[in-house]
């Protein structure tokens, strides 16, 4: 604004000069309109606040002072606050800064009600004299709608530096309260007939207020004309509301009744954040706001406990992109929340199935982020719902694959479903790290997470994971060797192949079950080295000139893992196979071989 009011001040040409000025007055303006826009809100929101609590409250007295911090800003920089009042709005300037339609809370409303057409602040406003302006506004609000009249009130103050305008048809109401009322004598039957004229001027009049009052409404109004008498005699004072917009107006009523007091006050302490720039105050209302969290969890209020966490979240992130330093206070306040003594009794309540709503809570737990990982265990290990089951789960993998060390702290050997779980969680996690923490299942006791373990080592082409398998493929229980060699889906690193082909070598393999020598030959194949192909063709080679029924039955076996790998190397040996002198032999080979040709 200063380089424009520079340049005005430089340009010769009077329209380019004029140009520059007038910039400098409607940036001036909006700069104006958005500090009184401001005020205008803290001041509502400071009257709800006093609604809630009494004034003599310390956080009262502190929001009544920065809002008045606010406004004696605003007057030395502009030297008066004017306001236009409206049925549910207040405009600076002519333009919209505040809006409330909810007739029985509107500020707007308060004083429009009373005739109140304009508010004036003036530069000299003192402390006290505004503090009993909000306590007369807080005093007329508490009143119905029908019992309350704001004008008396300011009228007995008599305020020296906040003035008020009314229409003059108000003021001739309240100066003539108190006289004595004219006697009139009517015919009752009379007021219920004949008809109004109206003349051309009445006509233009009426319709330019109807179109007035559509335009402010926002929406268009189907009017009726001809208005006819009603049951009682009178003519109707408003206009029917189609289905529509009856239902929206009931849903509006129906949620202004549901927010409970607990929900208005979190609402108020988040707003009071939002506006709130000193490091002090903001870290005690973001420190109240951590006592309502206790409070909301202790009545295993879930949902209003999410949306407490989720308003933070998104202020954060709003506090972030602007570098603004408050953003660290909200990030220790998420931090520390699921660290709470509350959140430890939470795992308690679920260990001992007291849970009345498990399903919110799943949602209250999944937007915490990975600290929630503890207590997600133990809903998934304590509920036996399937589907709810299925949902922890998800909530589980999405939490547990941002962090994989908390997730590594529940396991326990005991519980081998929460175990296996967290081991499909690391599998579809890429990286060494998942490697290595799946690493530690080597040492478990219980087979099945043992086997969950392998299966999911077996999917890696890493080496490391070639090194843990090669630690199970040496284990003494058969069943667990057969799990390793059927696993592991690709063999890459030498000391595992090198095992692999001198166990195939080895006279001991003969003594191998059925099952055990297709998982080794299988594996061995998947190798894909000329030493592996080399040893397969011998076992085919072997069954031609032996009798021996083991060789026989390995060679058949040495067929179906050339089968499974499906390689042109594969084939070349198959096809050699057809020829063998051994019938059994030969009809393998080519029974493979037609399998392969179908499959591909």
């Known amino acids: 604004m200063l380089r424009e009011y520079t340049l005005a001040k430089n340009v010769k040409n009077p329209e380019v000069r004029d140009k520059h000025k007038n910039s400098v007055v409607w940036a001036a303006d909006i700069a104006e309109t958005e500090s009184a826009r401001e005020i205008i809100q803290h001041i509502a929101q400071t009257i709800s606040q006093m609604r809630l609590f009494t004034s003599d409250q310390v956080n009262i007295n502190r929001i009544a002072d920065v809002l008045f911090g606010k406004l004696r800003n605003f007057l030395e920089k502009y030297g008066r606050l004017e306001l236009g009042v409206h049925k549910s709005s207040f405009t600076h300037k002519g333009k919209n800064i505040y809006t409330d339609e909810q007739i029985k809370k509107s500020l707007p409303f308060l004083f429009h009600k009373d005739g109140v057409h304009s508010l004036l602040f003036s530069k000299d406003l003192a402390k006290d004299e505004f503090f009993d302006f909000l306590d007369i506004i807080n005093n007329e609000a508490n009143h119905s709608v029908e019992e309350n009249d704001i004008v008396i009130p300011l009228w007995e103050k008599a305020f020296a530096n906040i003035r008020y305008f009314v229409s003059e048809d108000f003021l001739e109401g309240k100066i003539s309260m108190g006289a004595k009322p004219l006697e009139y004598e009517f015919d009752p039957d009379s007021l219920v007939k004949g008809k109004i004229e109206l003349d051309a001027e009445d006509r233009k009049a009426l319709g330019e207020a109807i179109l007035s009052e559509e335009l402010a409404g926002g929406r268009e109004v189907q009017i009726e004309r001809d208005l006819e008498l009603t049951e009682d005699g009178m003519a109707p004072l408003f206009f029917a509301l189609d289905a529509e917009e009856i239902n929206k107006l009931e849903n509006m009523l129906e949620r202004n009744r549901s927010i409970t007091a607990e929900e208005e006050l979190i609402s108020l302490i988040i707003e009071m954040c939002y506006l709130e720039n000193r490091p002090g105050p903001f870290t005690d209302i973001v420190e109240a706001l951590h006592q309502c969290h206790n409070q909301v969890l202790e009545k295993e209020n879930y949902p209003l406990a999410f949306h407490l966490i989720q308003s933070v979240i998104?202020?954060?992130?709003?506090?972030?992109?602007?570098?603004?330093?408050?953003?660290?206070?909200?990030?220790?306040?998420?931090?520390?929340?699921?660290?709470?003594?509350?959140?430890?009794?939470?795992?308690?309540?679920?260990?001992?199935?007291?849970?009345?709503?498990?399903?919110?809570?799943?949602?209250?737990?999944?937007?915490?982020?990975?600290?929630?990982?503890?207590?997600?265990?133990?809903?998934?290990?304590?509920?036996?719902?399937?589907?709810?089951?299925?949902?922890?789960?998800?909530?589980?993998?999405?939490?547990?694959?941002?962090?994989?060390?908390?997730?590594?702290?529940?396991?326990?050997?005991?519980?081998?479903?929460?175990?296996?779980?967290?081991?499909?969680?690391?599998?579809?996690?890429?990286?060494?790290?998942?490697?290595?923490?799946?690493?530690?299942?080597?040492?478990?006791?219980?087979?099945?997470?043992?086997?969950?373990?392998?299966?999911?080592?077996?999917?890696?082409?890493?080496?490391?994971?070639?090194?843990?398998?090669?630690?199970?493929?040496?284990?003494?229980?058969?069943?667990?060797?057969?799990?390793?060699?059927?696993?592991?889906?690709?063999?890459?690193?030498?000391?595992?192949?090198?095992?692999?082909?001198?166990?195939?070598?080895?006279?001991?393999?003969?003594?191998?079950?059925?099952?055990?020598?297709?998982?080794?030959?299988?594996?061995?194949?998947?190798?894909?080295?000329?030493?592996?192909?080399?040893?397969?063709?011998?076992?085919?080679?072997?069954?031609?000139?032996?009798?021996?029924?083991?060789?026989?039955?390995?060679?058949?076996?040495?067929?179906?893992?050339?089968?499974?790998?499906?390689?042109?190397?594969?084939?070349?040996?198959?096809?050699?196979?057809?020829?063998?002198?051994?019938?059994?032999?030969?009809?393998?080979?080519?029974?493979?071989?037609?399998?392969?040709?179908?499959?591909?």
Request: glycine share 4%; hydrophobic share 35%.
């Open 314 to 600: 998104e202020f954060k992130e709003i506090l972030k992109s602007q570098g603004d330093p408050r953003c660290s206070v909200l990030k220790t306040f998420l931090d520390n929340v699921a660290g709470d003594e509350s959140l430890i009794k939470l795992q308690k309540y679920i260990a001992e199935d007291q849970l009345l709503a498990p399903e919110s809570l799943l949602d209250y737990l999944d937007i915490l982020g990975p600290k929630s990982i503890p207590a997600l265990s133990h809903l998934y290990e304590n509920d036996k719902r399937p589907h709810f089951r299925k949902k922890v789960l998800e909530v589980l993998k999405r939490q547990g694959a941002a962090d994989i060390q908390g997730l590594m702290e529940v396991v326990q050997d005991e519980k081998p479903d929460l175990a296996k779980t967290i081991i499909s969680v690391l599998s579809e996690v890429d990286g060494k790290n998942s490697i290595q923490h799946l690493a530690n299942f080597v040492n478990y006791r219980n087979k099945d997470i043992k086997a969950e373990a392998i299966k999911a080592l077996g999917k890696y082409v890493d080496m490391t994971a070639n090194k843990i398998l090669l630690d199970f493929l040496k284990d003494d229980d058969v069943d667990m060797r057969i799990q390793v060699a059927q696993s592991c889906q690709h063999v890459c690193e030498k000391s595992l192949k090198d095992y692999i082909l001198s166990t195939v070598k080895s006279k001991a393999f003969r003594k191998k079950s059925d099952e055990e020598v297709q998982a080794f030959l299988e594996l061995l194949g998947r190798s894909q080295t000329e030493q592996a192909y080399q040893t397969l063709r011998s076992f085919l080679k072997k069954a031609r000139i032996t009798t021996s029924t083991r060789v026989k039955e390995m060679s058949l076996n040495a067929i179906a893992a050339l089968e499974s790998l499906g390689t042109s190397e594969a084939r070349v040996i198959l096809e050699e196979g057809t020829r063998s002198n051994n019938r059994k032999i030969r009809q393998a080979c080519e029974k493979s071989l037609n399998n392969l040709t179908h499959r591909y």
